[in-house]
Nanobody, 127 residues
């Protein structure tokens, strides 16, 4: 089992950057592919980005491609989401998630493929 704790959210103006962090504890970190999801009020939780167990492969939602970057530091058991050029429509609670996978480069993009979730961190972007 793994515990996930997100940090780095906040209230910012449109156009600025934020970096979210997710610290994992428990089982060996490289067991997991990691993902970021977000959920705005009244909407379903949606995929944002994922990174493979090795860190060598990434995937992004079209809405954030070119603005957000996911990365991981396996030595620090931490995954990051660098968010640039933030827009009001990026406002949501952001969740870190871990998927137990056998394949090193698999990249799940749906909620049901993830086994563990953090508590979420709020990101609010004002116009």
């Amino acid at each position: 089992q793994v515990q996930l704790v997100e940090s780095g959210g906040g209230l910012v103006q449109a156009g600025v950057s934020l970096r979210l962090s997710c610290a994992a504890s428990g089982r060996t970190f490289t067991t997991y592919a990691m993902g970021w999801f977000r959920q705005a009020p009244g909407k379903e939780r949606e995929f944002v980005a994922a990174i493979s167990r090795s860190g060598g492969t990434t995937s992004y939602a079209d809405s954030v491609k070119g603005r957000f970057t996911i990365s991981r530091d396996n030595a620090k058991n931490t995954v990051y989401l660098q968010m640039n050029s933030l827009k009001p429509e990026d406002t949501a609670v952001y969740y870190c998630a871990a998927a137990v996978l056998r394949l090193w480069e698999e990249l799940p993009r749906i909620v049901g493929r993830y086994d563990y979730w953090g508590q979420g961190t709020q990101v609010t972007v004002s116009s």
